[in-house]
């Protein structure tokens, strides 16, 4: 049986993305994504419970995510959970997760959004392709020939 590695989120941007270009000329972008969800506790008060994800775009994506995503946007991004260990200065083994977008929408509101709201993004790279409608702009990373699966 085969499985399935799938997250969809729709949240803010807690900052502008930070973006690296590597020496192979990849670029890849890393943001956190805020998600809120409210409900009632035990004694009816209302809470609001907010779940911060550290998402990773690399090439097209990430170039797209550095032109034109800012903090507090609205996005929607679809991709799957990814979970490495690293050393860290102290030569402690730590593990991060994070989500590898594989699409990324950029929807209206948000304070970051007159960047998109406004057309800019239709500028976008070839590895990107944008939607129809004028403010919701999506994003797709292109498959690389090495990830192929046959």
């Given at each position: ?26 670029a890849v972008a890393q943001f956190r994504l805020a998600t809120n969800e409210t409900y ?51 030569n402690q083994t730590r593990y991060v997760t994070e989500i590898v977008a594989d699409e ?47």
């Open positions: 049986m085969s499985s399935v590695n799938k997250v969809i989120l729709v949240g803010n941007l807690g900052g502008d993305p930070e973006v690296r270009h590597l020496e192979s000329g990849s009632k506790d035990k004694s009816g008060n209302r809470v609001e419970r907010t779940e911060w994800h550290n998402i990773v775009a690399w090439r097209g994506l990430a170039e797209v995510a550095e032109k034109y995503m800012r903090k507090g946007q609205s996005v929607y991004v679809e991709g799957k959970i990814r979970t490495r260990q690293y050393q860290d200065k102290d990324i929408t950029m929807l209206g509101g948000g304070r970051g959004a007159e960047g998109a709201a406004n057309g800019q993004a239709q500028a976008a790279p070839a590895a990107a392709q944008p939607a129809a409608t004028p403010e919701q702009k999506t994003f797709r990373q292109q498959p690389e020939m090495d990830e192929l699966p046959f």
